[in-house]
């Protein structure tokens, strides 16, 4: 389990812990509420019922404790779910969201034994290993509803300061959404690695057909020698987007927004990709009002017309045309990069802004390309606070259109 969960388990349930034992302990050997403490009393002492863990943990605990409506207030606003048990394993306290988790009731949770009411077996077991063992247990579990969740679940027993069980504690944190970036994350190591693969592989074979003799063939040598500089190539794009696409999350490529020409960056564009559009011999048209202005960043709106006309030309058939047009709605400019290629099928339109998903694999990776351009896009776009629109019908090309706010 992520470290940082387990800390905040450990901190969570000892806070709760603390708590909840003063309490019990109050109520059990009916001690009186003990008084504030002075430096809490003081009205002039400016950290007065302000709380610094590992300071004045001492104090915050008789707060709490000469406060039941805080501790309420805690409990009550906590994601993480709370079940508390006494020593004859019935529910003493179980807060809104441990109710939500556990898809029971309070008032029909209180007083029943945990067996009645805590219907998955992992969490059935943990709780069974802390009343065995008398130790802390900690675990993941995952729960199926309308969609899945995955909890980590921090079980202990409850103790009093002379040591003796007053009862059990259950934590659970949802950290599905944690689950998922890892997940996210190892996914994305996977596809760059064999992304990254293909082209060494292909270098590799060929330096070893050189190696092997080819190297004096005069007449095929130089053809090899091109295949590796191509796969070189491509080896270098996929790099330069991976770096890239990490630079744009994590906030360092877009660091402030500046009113920017969306024509100029079109024409900027379109003479980038000058030689490959000719190459093609497909069109390229900017037809924007010369003071549209947008709020972005310069070089990343540049970055995303570069992406979304080198697409429009890669899928554009030979002699295609591509149209790039801007509009004025209020507030906002769009700015369509229309062309007349295969389009996309619409169950595909959602995925294409994904690292790595292409509509057909192998053909679209014989178009050249990383499959991490729209995803750069996407981020880009974001990052300027504009949106992403893909309108497009198989057979009839596609429009992206990405609206900005005008400056
Ligand atoms: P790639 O480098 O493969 O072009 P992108 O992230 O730019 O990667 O695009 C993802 C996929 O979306 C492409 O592989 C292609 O299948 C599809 N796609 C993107 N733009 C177009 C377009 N203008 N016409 C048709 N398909 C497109």
Not at 16 to 23: E, F, I, N, Q
Not at 63 to 88: F, Q, T
Not at 129 to 137: H, I, N, T
Not at 226 to 232: F, L
Request: one cysteine or more; proline letters at 4%.
């Amino acid at each position: 389990m992520n470290p940082w969960v387990i800390l905040l388990l450990g901190a969570v349930s000892g806070i709760v812990l603390g708590v909840v034992a003063t309490r019990s302990l109050r109520k059990t050997r009916d001690l009186p509420v003990p008084s504030i403490p002075e430096t809490l009393a003081s009205t002039t002492d400016p950290l007065r019922g302000i709380f610094i863990p590992g300071r004045n943990f001492p104090e915050m605990l008789e707060r709490l404790g000469s406060d039941e409506n805080l501790l309420d207030v805690i409990l009550n606003g906590m994601h993480e779910g709370v079940l508390i048990l006494n020593p004859a394993d019935r529910i003493v306290l179980l807060n809104p969201s441990a109710s939500r988790i556990l898809g029971v009731k309070e008032e029909e949770a209180l007083g029943k034994n945990y067996l009645e009411v805590v219907r998955h077996p992992g969490l059935v077991d943990l709780l069974a290993l802390v009343k065995r063992d008398g130790k802390s247990q900690s675990g993941e579990i995952e729960m199926s509803g309308v969609e899945e969740r995955v909890f980590a679940v921090n079980a202990d027993g409850l103790r009093s300061k002379e040591g003796v069980t007053i009862g059990s504690i259950v934590v659970l944190a949802d950290i599905t959404s944690v689950k998922r970036l890892v997940k996210m994350r190892a996914d994305f190591v996977a596809n760059v690695t064999h992304e990254l693969k293909t082209p060494l592989t292909a270098i590799l074979g060929y330096v070893e057909t050189l190696t092997d003799g080819a190297i004096d063939d005069a007449k095929n040598r130089k053809s090899f020698l091109q295949k590796i500089e191509a796969q070189s190539q491509r080896l270098n794009e996929l790099i330069t987007d991976v770096l890239e696409l990490s630079r744009i999350e994590s906030g360092r490529y877009i660091e402030s927004l500046e009113p920017v020409s969306v024509r100029k960056t079109c024409q900027l564009a379109h003479d980038l990709l000058r030689s490959k559009a000719e190459v093609r011999k497909v069109s390229v048209e900017c037809d924007i009002a010369e003071d549209f202005m947008v709020l972005a960043h310069e070089e990343g709106l540049l970055r995303v017309g570069v992406n979304l006309l080198d697409n429009a030309i890669k899928y554009s058939p030979e002699g295609g045309e591509v149209k790039v047009t801007a509009e004025r709605d209020g507030e906002q400019i769009a700015m369509s990069v229309k062309d007349k290629g295969p389009g996309i099928p619409l169950e595909s339109q959602s995925r294409i802004f994904e690292r790595f998903y292409r509509v057909e694999a192998s053909r679209n990776r014989r178009a050249g390309g990383t499959g991490l351009g729209l995803a750069i896009v996407k981020h880009l776009v974001e990052r300027m606070n504009g949106e992403v629109i893909v309108e497009s019908r198989e057979g009839k090309g596609s429009t992206f259109t990405i609206v900005l706010p005008a400056a």
